[in-house]
């Protein structure tokens, strides 16, 4: 069923093919749009002014993002003049991310990516914030390489968890939470699920056989979180997300115990933004 309402396009539909778990987790996120918007960190203006140099964005160029989730890259690129089809599967997100966006040239699609339709040579840029490792991702590369005009790019990126000697310490005290009380779910999970292994996910772009001029940038910034705004985030997390109420209940009051005896009560996380972009070069 295809709707139009206020010039931001929806397309509904049934999820994509996908295996049953990473089905399910992705749909995770669809619950509470706005409380994962608050929470989850930005990307750095840096990291966009790069995309727009390295891919040679012009005035008119035409932009297609994977997952926009509730639209913060989405938004981004919408006030830097850019037009943009955003596919979102989620359709509490779609929403989401259509209001915000509305009064620019962006069109929300609430369509699993692996079931979109797309014009050949159609996009100059192709994009992924936090999103690409919820996709098939051969299957998606294919696709993403008919989208892109014969000079166009694909650019993915996402936040790591950086664990520092500094950090080390309080990363290691939460963990015994986690053990204590949510032996279930690893903080090691949400980094096996992601791209954040950056070697990779570059060996697959350059296995691919369909991209050339692979190159990374990396972002460095530090987040302040009391327990309040840490759980928060934490609730963001799909592993959280579906964790039983019993645990989750008995996890985050042993987080919210263990802050609030370190100093300030407020803990420090570092995180490194991790792009990486290619070009359009190689044939298929």
């Not at 919210?256 to 933004?273: A, F, Q, V």
Request: with cysteine; proline share 3%.
């Amino acid at each position: 069923m295809l709707l139009r309402n206020e010039g931001n396009l929806r397309i509904t539909c049934n999820p994509g093919n996908v295996d049953e778990e990473r089905k399910r987790l992705r749909m995770s996120f669809d619950g509470d749009p706005e409380a994962y918007d608050r929470a989850r960190p930005g990307y750095p203006e840096q990291l966009y002014s790069d995309i727009v140099s390295e891919c040679g964005l012009a005035e008119h160029s035409r932009l297609l993002e994977i997952g926009c989730g509730t639209g913060k890259a989405t938004l981004a690129f919408a006030r830097r003049g850019y037009s943009v089809d955003a596919v979102e599967i989620g359709a509490h997100m779609a929403e989401f991310a259509a209001e915000k966006t509305a009064g620019y040239h962006v069109n929300i699609l609430n369509v699993p990516f692996e079931e979109l339709n797309v014009a050949d040579s159609a996009y100059d840029l192709v994009f992924a914030a936090t999103s690409f490792h919820w996709i098939d991702r051969q299957t998606s590369l294919t696709k993403v390489k008919r989208a892109l005009t014969p000079r166009g790019h694909l650019a993915v990126f996402w936040h790591s968890h950086l664990i520092t000697g500094e950090t080390r310490q309080m990363f290691d005290t939460l963990q015994q939470a986690y053990d204590g009380k949510a032996p279930e779910i690893s903080r090691s999970t949400v980094r096996k699920q992601a791209e954040s292994s950056s070697p990779e996910f570059q060996v697959a772009l350059q296995e691919s056989g369909l991209f050339g001029n692979i190159r990374r940038r990396s972002y460095r910034f530090t987040e302040n979180y009391d327990a309040d705004t840490y759980i928060r985030l934490l609730s963001t997390y799909s592993d959280h997300i579906t964790l039983g109420e019993r645990s989750k209940s008995s996890l985050f009051a042993e987080i919210r115990k263990l802050i609030g005896e370190m100093p300030g009560g407020r803990i420090t996380k570092e995180y490194e933004t991790v792009l990486f972009i290619a070009s359009n070069m190689a044939k298929v």
